[in-house]
């Protein structure tokens, strides 16, 4: 792979991706076998989606494609997510793209400790069935969870700009104006 197309990926990821931690739940959101990094990307573009397969792919990382119709007031619109679960193909693919990543750089280097972490402690246990997270772990996991949230990005850009702390009601609506400045 090129260092453009690592650079295109990372883009496509800190675009419209996410690098997080899939959370096995029971039907009442309980957690029951722990929680697992993976890297998606959504998109509508079908010639997006293929060329980030194909670059994925070329980390030699598995990738799963998945497909679906978005139905938003009158429009539907077929939407199309990529996933790359397990911890070694998670890791082969953000080693490749770490240095070009800048809004999930820290998500990314959140999820390669936790990665190197977990395989440390399953060659000292010499088994790979489902481990407690320490609490080490769980820092890690409750630290990309809270990275995830879309009021830390407001807030970070809201400081960024020497701008005064948003409210609450422009957090929960997000992209709307509540006030003129």
Same mark, same amino acid.
């Given at each position: 792979?090129?260092?453009?197309?690592?650079?295109?990926?990372?883009?496509?990821?800190?675009?419209?991706?996410?690098?997080?931690?899939?959370?096995?739940?029971?039907?009442?959101?309980?957690?029951?076998?722990?929680?697992?990094?993976?890297?998606?990307?959504?998109?509508?573009?079908?010639?997006?989606?293929?060329?980030?397969?194909?670059?994925?792919?070329?980390?030699?990382?598995?990738?799963?494609?998945?497909?679906?119709?978005?139905?938003?007031?009158?429009?539907?619109?077929?939407?199309?997510?990529?996933?790359?679960?397990?911890?070694?193909?998670?890791?082969?693919?953000?080693?490749?793209?770490?240095?070009?990543?800048?809004?999930?750089? !820290?998500? #990314?280097?959140?999820?390669?400790?936790?990665?190197?972490? =977990?395989? /440390?402690?399953?060659? +000292?246990?010499?088994?790979? %069935?489902?481990?407690?997270?320490?609490?080490? !772990?769980? #820092?890690?996991?409750?630290?990309?969870?809270?990275?995830? =949230?879309? /009021?830390?990005?407001? +807030?970070?850009?809201?400081? %960024?700009?020497?701008?005064?702390?948003?409210? !609450?009601?422009?957090?929960?609506?997000?992209?709307?104006?509540?006030?003129?400045?």
């Amino acid at each position: 792979m090129e260092e453009w197309e690592k650079a295109w990926l990372a883009c496509a990821i800190d675009g419209e991706g996410t690098v997080s931690f899939l959370h096995n739940t029971n039907q009442n959101a309980i957690p029951v076998k722990g929680s697992f990094p993976f890297i998606q990307i959504s998109n509508n573009n079908y010639a997006f989606i293929a060329r980030a397969v194909e670059l994925l792919r070329s980390t030699g990382a598995k990738v799963g494609v998945y497909s679906y119709i978005h139905r938003n007031r009158q429009n539907e619109k077929r939407t199309f997510q990529i996933r790359v679960y397990h911890k070694d193909h998670v890791e082969k693919v953000l080693k490749v793209i770490l240095p070009y990543l800048i809004i999930k750089r !820290e998500h #990314a280097e959140n999820v390669l400790a936790f990665i190197v972490l =977990r395989r /440390s402690k399953i060659a +000292r246990k010499g088994i790979e %069935s489902p481990m407690r997270f320490d609490a080490e !772990e769980f #820092a890690l996991i409750n630290r990309v969870r809270s990275l995830n =949230r879309a /009021s830390v990005g407001v +807030r970070l850009y809201h400081k %960024s700009q020497n701008l005064p702390e948003p409210t !609450e009601e422009y957090v929960k609506g997000s992209c709307r104006r509540v006030s003129t400045v």
